[in-house]
């Protein structure tokens, strides 16, 4: 039998199995945003039937959407979102939901651009939910749309469907007429853009996931960023291909960040990370 073990064994154990826990937490963050976890079977049977309504494995989101559940939270308390989600959502065609759990944090910067002829860049647009968002809540603004619209790196061999026609049924649900879509390489349609002269209050930076193309994208979408506009870069957590820091746009956005360094000031630093232009 063991004598009683000191105050510093039993601090030195707590600590160890704090450091324990809170590894085994970021362990269980990164599987759940991970791509594997989102299309895990098990998790899309476990909800197939949600307060009574079955879904179809071509359209999980739709289905959610129905029922007012997006991203798993209930849109009641959100007025604004519901209504998005009845009149845009539900009748959409979409695959994916990686943006709803963002809009509420858009809410003030949207705020600020209403009754405004706003214009807005978008680079990645993928099936045009964020897309149908801009167009459905600022009604004054006009948007250009970047995408190759054959997904990413980390979608390859993966997808099932034609995006640039989801996309362009999605956005005839809200308004078409205010979408400029150019297909191609951000890299170069950026660059058209630039010597267009072309000038943008608003630009969202979802395109490649890859640190050296978003670090091109946020240097380009710079010059392209209207004074006291605003930059915003989705993914900032975003490690779906491993810790390498060539393989996560985190580090890209940090860089660039430092680049800017007395160039902007921080609208807000979370999953997203919304940085304004000053003089």
Known sequence: MTGPRTVDALVAENRDLRRELAS???????????????LHPRRILGRSVL????????????????????????????????????????????????????????RSLL???????????????????????????????????????????????????????????????????????????????????????????LVYVDGSHLALDVLVDAALAWGLLARNGTIVFDDYGWRELGDDALLRPGKAIDVFRELVDRKHELVYDDDQVALRRIA
């Open 24 to 38: 085994h937490r970021e362990h269980l963050r990164a599987i759940e945003r991970s791509r594997w976890w989102r």
């Open 51 to 106: 307060d009574g309504v079955a879904r179809t494995p071509t359209a999980p989101f739709r289905a959610e959407a129905a029922t007012g559940v997006l991203n798993g939270s209930r849109l009641a308390g959100d007025a604004s979102l519901a209504r998005f989600q009845g009149e845009v959502v539900a009748r959409g065609s979409f695959s994916q939901d990686w943006l709803t759990s963002r809009f509420s944090m858009w």
């Open 111 to 201: 705020a600020e651009l209403d009754n405004r002829p706003t214009r807005v860049l978008e680079i990645g647009s993928f099936e045009g939910l964020s897309t149908c968002f801009f167009l459905w809540r600022l009604p004054s603004a006009r948007l250009t749309c970047v995408d190759t619209f054959a997904g990413g790196v980390e979608d390859a061999g993966t997808m099932r469907i034609d995006l640039e026609e989801a996309f362009d049924s999605n956005v005839a649900l809200v308004d078409a007429s205010r979408v400029r879509k150019l297909v191609g390489d951000s890299k170069r349609r950026l660059v058209d853009l630039l010597d267009e002269g072309e000038e943008f209050e």
